[in-house]
């Protein structure tokens, strides 16, 4: 069951680096479409009609990059759950893994209200003097993430610790 | 200061391999040659037990310390 549970994390983790590289090239090729993406998914009070195709390829860029903190989390988490699935749990490159898809995942969830607060600014340049925005929000989701982000920096640490006392065990007869 | 472990001693005077040993023990040759050669760090009592019983020696037979 492990295993299988490991086997679904992995091939999950592949699947969404996919999907999300193939979306972000799509968005890039297809403007229309990132800005009916864009308009539907961000709740702000942007006046769409003065937004400019420099503006949304800058907020592609910015989210390109704000989701590359996320995909760089998967890839290790794909890592370390793959060596799970092949039995090496406790393995250094595995708590390594890790604890690198900890600090990725904190890194995210702390980015994700600077990268609204960018959005914001970044659509609403050309908005009448006195009516341009600045959004920052944080959700409940976000802190949610730091939470879990913490508890596997923990449990990160654990397998490091465990790794430990099975070399020692190792070398005892 | 070092801990020595007497066992080819032990195993030369009684005339036994040390596969014969490992078997009666129940640990690898390889571990077997590890004890052998002082290069474990530490030895369980469950494995002394089976090494004295089989050598029909006490733990002090097997361990030395050498200041």
Known sequence: M???????????????????SIA?????????????????????AIQWETVTSNQLYGLWLLTALYLSVGMTALYFLYRAFKSFAQGEFFSAQNSKSL?????????????????????????SLNHPAGQKLLSLSIGSNEVRIIAIAMILWVISELLIKGRELANENQAFV | ??????????????DIRGKELAA?????????????NGKVKGIRFGTLEKICATLECQPGDLLQFEP
Request: overall charge positive; aromatic content about 10%.
């Open chain 1, 99 to 123: 604890k690198r898809f900890a600090i990725f995942l904190f890194a995210q969830a702390c980015l994700q209200p600077l990268h609204g607060a960018l959005a914001s600014v970044l659509l």
């Open chain 2, 24 to 36: 009666a023990v129940g640990i690898t040759e390889q571990n077997l040659s590890l004890l052998r």
């Open chain 1, 24 to 44: 972000g090239v799509y968005y890039l090729a297809d403007q229309d479409a990132f800005a009916q993406f864009t308009r539907s998914t961000l709740q702000l």
């Open chain 1, 2 to 20: 492990t295993r299988t549970f490991c086997l679904l994390i992995t091939w999950g983790a592949v699947a969404q680096i996919g999907l999300f």
């Open chain 2, 1 to 14: 200061m070092t801990i020595q472990v007497k066992l080819d001693l032990l195993l030369a005077e009684r």
